[in-house]
């Protein structure tokens, strides 16, 4: 009777881990996933027909673009918002579609302002409450996958964070000021003991197989 209890309790764990790793999906265009609770834009931004189409995405919704020849910088940016139940590290990515967009997009976590807060590397009133920022290369490159932004970042439950997606400098070509995204997903990355759960999980079933 006990050992069914603890088996249990360490398949019960095991299912949580599934769960969690299946990650967190906003997309921005009509009929994506958490589009109205957890999207929101500054400036001027416009439909594309652009897929994305990443794991776990909508079919065939597009994505949004802001800009084609003209900077806006951070006062024109897509913002991801995501508020975790869990405290941990998380991996968070972006997907976006092929298009021209900035060879090094910038992408700030944050929780304070949009804009108007912190100076970023460009000389820009960018976003306040910094966490990480970092730049992506979205030139017709990493099309239709998860990409990478920040890697095991610590979330605290209950706070609210923001991705922030835009421009931070001019090009000099004027060609590639395009900033276009298509969606984010926040990952909780299990700790070593709870992947341990998770294995034992897995054997308990084999066994009973």
């Known amino acids: 009777m006990k050992k069914s209890v603890v088996m249990a309790a360490v398949l019960a764990a095991a299912v949580l881990v599934v769960q969690a790793q299946a990650g967190f999906i906003i997309e921005n265009r009509a009929g994506g996933l958490n589009l109205l609770a957890n999207y929101s834009e500054t400036g001027g931004w416009a439909a594309s027909s652009g897929p994305v189409n990443a794991p776990g995405c909508t079919?065939?919704?597009?994505?949004?673009?802001?800009?084609?020849?003209?900077?806006?910088?951070?006062?024109?940016?897509?913002?991801?918002?995501?508020?975790p139940d869990v405290t941990g590290p998380y991996d968070i990515e972006l997907a976006w579609p092929s298009t021209a967009g900035q060879p090094d997009t910038a992408v700030v976590l944050y929780t304070g302002v949009s804009f108007g807060g912190e100076q970023d590397p460009w000389g820009n009133a960018g976003?306040?409450?910094?966490?990480?920022?970092?730049?992506?290369?979205?030139?017709?490159?990493?099309?239709?996958?998860?990409?990478?932004?920040?890697?095991?970042?610590?979330?605290?439950?209950?706070?609210?964070?923001?991705?922030?997606?835009?421009?931070?400098?001019?090009?000099?070509?004027?060609?590639?000021?395009?900033?276009?995204?298509?969606?984010?997903?926040?990952?909780?990355?299990?700790?070593?003991?709870?992947?341990?759960?998770?294995?034992?999980?897995?054997?308990?079933?084999?066994?009973?197989?």
């Open 59 to 83: 079919p065939n919704i597009g994505s949004r673009y802001s800009g084609t020849t003209v900077y806006f910088g951070p006062n024109r940016q897509a913002v991801f918002s995501f508020t």
């Open 127 to 209: 976003p306040g409450g910094v966490i990480a920022r970092t730049t992506m290369d979205m030139y017709y490159k990493n099309a239709g996958v998860w990409n990478l932004a920040f890697d095991d970042v610590v979330l605290t439950a209950g706070t609210t964070y923001k991705v922030g997606i835009y421009g931070g400098h001019a090009s000099t070509s004027g060609l590639d000021n395009r900033v276009a995204i298509g969606a984010a997903q926040f990952t909780l990355v299990p700790e070593p003991a709870t992947l341990a759960l998770l294995v034992l999980g897995g054997l308990f079933l084999r066994r009973r197989g």
